[in-house]
């Protein structure tokens, strides 16, 4: 467990409004990433941060947007909310110095736009 | 472009019984390749990681999967299900900064 937690755990919100999730870690590790979670498509990144204020793309960032001002968060926002956004969204940090090693996941955010 | 291939979208298994899931991957390149359970409203757990060596490799609560790179396969077996194993199984290849999915497999154990 690299000490992930993820904040709110639920949320229901309106089309258009912004929401910003955010991702707490307390094990120092450099990378970290927000994926989305839906039936049919397992998981799918949406942007990942390679160090403080250091973030790029992933397959899925169209109507997202993130931030890292420090090393312990990573936040994730929808600027304007819509249906298709609904989704269950999980944090996840990388382990060690090098990039492939094995992730840990938080607990994940179930939000539901409507 | 890398992608990852879990053809059984869902698995029913006796309890007791053998299991195995199928993953193929997609990788130009020697993969990382790694097996992950989701139990319900659950986040992801690690199960096992290949990286090189031995394509046999042993993880935590009675897994192994076996790394073939022929058939760019690597599926995640069990000797012998328990109930407490049901649940969602993710495959996935780590390349440069980052992962790639599969679809993921529902288990069901039926006693």
């Known amino acids: 467990d690299a000490g992930i937690t993820q904040s709110p755990r639920h949320k229901v919100t309106e089309t258009g409004t912004p929401v910003t999730l955010r991702c707490h870690q307390t094990?120092?590790?450099?990378?970290m990433y927000w994926y989305r979670q839906d039936p049919g498509h397992g998981l799918r990144l949406i942007h990942y941060?390679?160090?403080?204020?250091?973030?790029d793309k992933g397959e899925v960032s169209d109507g997202y947007s993130v931030s890292r001002s420090k090393t312990e968060d990573f936040l994730l926002t929808l600027e304007s909310a819509t249906s298709s956004q609904t989704s269950v969204y999980f944090c996840?940090?990388?382990?060690?110095?090098?990039?492939?090693?094995?992730?840990?996941f938080g607990p994940g955010t179930r939000l539901t736009v409507l | 472009a890398q992608s990852v291939t879990q053809p059984d979208i869902h698995i029913t298994v006796s309890e007791g019984a053998s299991l195995e899931l199928r993953c193929n991957y997609s990788y130009g390149a020697t993969p990382y390749l790694f097996w992950y359970v989701q139990s319900p409203g659950q986040g992801l757990q690690l199960l096992l990681k290949y990286f090189s060596g031995d394509t046999l490799v042993q993880g935590i609560k009675g897994f192994e999967a076996e790394f073939k790179r022929s058939q760019s396969s690597f599926n995640l077996r069990k000797p012998s299900v328990h109930w407490s194993d049901a649940a969602e199984y993710f495959c996935?290849?780590?390349?440069?900064?980052?992962?790639?999915f599969g679809t993921g497999t529902s288990l069901t154990v039926i006693p």
């Open positions: 941060s390679y160090g403080v204020k250091d973030t």
């Open positions: 996935a290849v780590g390349t440069g900064n980052q992962f790639y």
């Open positions: 094990e120092n590790h450099r990378y």
């Open positions: 996840a940090c990388n382990s060690g110095v090098a990039p492939i090693n094995e992730q840990f």
